[in-house]
């Protein structure tokens, strides 16, 4: 269970983004928003529960996801994730500022290199 | 009770120990955490309680990731409240200590007055024996 710690502060506040832009595709639960950020990144972003929850509770509070429990089997129960407009513009904003922001890092790093 | 279930029971009640955010918050994220688990095991199902600590991390790692996404105000709120509930005990401890031996040297005094600056060293004794005829 290693992190990298160098890439923590990067990838603090990315996590809305990549929670947002996975529920658009499809309604997800905790577990398999783990996974398929996992996969879907190649293994570049690893995130856990820990960090995954909070998010999720704030992205419920402000009302761009919905939750719903489903039952699985006989006893078990799982909640799904779903994206609601609110969430949907706040996803192209956070597009549309991550794409501003990635821009201006390769301005930096262009003009750095001889 | 499997060995399993009674491994994750004290697992979740130490994710709960270490989290730092209200009550019902804990109970939530124990509440999902186990339900990931739950999933985890439908995908592995051999899997025994080192491979679920090991893909989900310890109780630490799990209290440490939450703070690390926990919204910086709520953060220093939190800090504040357990500062200021650490005085407030601190004081009270103090205060108590304080006030004990006030009332033990206020009980030494009166015992000094009563006794006409005497002070007792000992207790002598005596027996009253009868006669037998």
Known sequence: ?114 | MTTLDAQLKKYYRAIKRELLCPGDTKARICKDIENDINAYLQENPGADFAAIEEHFGSPQQIAATYVEEMPTPELLKKLKIRKRIIAAVCIAVVAAISIWAIAIAIALSNEYNISDGYIETGEIITEEWEEFE
């Open chain 1, 1 to 114: 269970m290693e992190k990298d710690q160098s890439q923590n502060a990067f990838r603090r506040g990315i996590l809305s983004l990549v929670i947002l832009g996975l529920l658009k595709k499809e309604d997800m639960y905790g577990y398999q928003l783990v996974q398929m950020t996992k996969s879907l990144s190649g293994g570049r972003i690893i995130t856990q529960e820990g960090s995954l929850y909070p998010v999720l509770y704030k992205l419920l509070d402000q009302k761009m996801i919905s939750d719903k429990k489903v039952l699985v089997g006989k006893r078990m129960t799982r909640v799904y994730y779903h994206l609601e407009p609110a969430g949907q513009e706040q996803l192209d904003k956070l597009i549309a500022e991550f794409r501003d922001i990635t821009e201006g890092i390769q301005l930096i790093l262009k003009e750095d290199t001889p």
